[in-house]
């Protein structure tokens, strides 16, 4: 008998998501390869992971996904988005203390800044 090579047989695990135009796709997730938007890597899930990113992440939107999806690898790491935040907190805060500060000067004045009941 001749050297015969053994044809793959992947599993196909299909799952319900939408498109853009919010119509119902069937897709095969198992062998699903995602490309990441910032580095172009191309990049695999496992099916049930993938699914549930989709749908946590994404609202089931299987075009958004494709649009917006970002591995760990491209996304800022752990301390740049603490940084970011304590800056965002930063911020709020400091409009809030302007605003207390406002309204002290108005209290020393004697400026009556309620309103009437």
Same mark, same amino acid.
């Given at each position: 008998?001749?050297? @015969? ?10 799952? #319900? +998501? @939408? ?9 095969? +997730? ?54 970011? @935040? ?8 400091? #409009? ?22």
């Amino acid at each position: 008998m001749a050297n @015969q090579s053994k044809k793959s047989r992947k599993a196909k695990v299909f799952y #319900v +998501l @939408q498109d853009a135009r919010g119509n119902d796709v069937n897709i095969d +997730l198992n062998n699903y390869r995602v490309i990441c938007n910032k580095t172009g890597k191309r990049k695999s899930f496992y099916h049930k992971y993938l699914h549930n990113l989709i749908v946590r992440k994404h609202e089931g939107n299987i075009d958004r996904f494709r649009t917006e999806y970002v591995s760990r690898e491209a996304a800022p790491d752990r301390n740049e988005r603490r940084a970011a @935040q304590i800056i965002s907190r930063i911020q709020k805060l400091s #409009v809030q203390l302007s605003n207390l500060k406002g309204e002290l000067a108005d209290v020393e004045r004697g400026v009556v800044s309620f309103p009437d009941a």
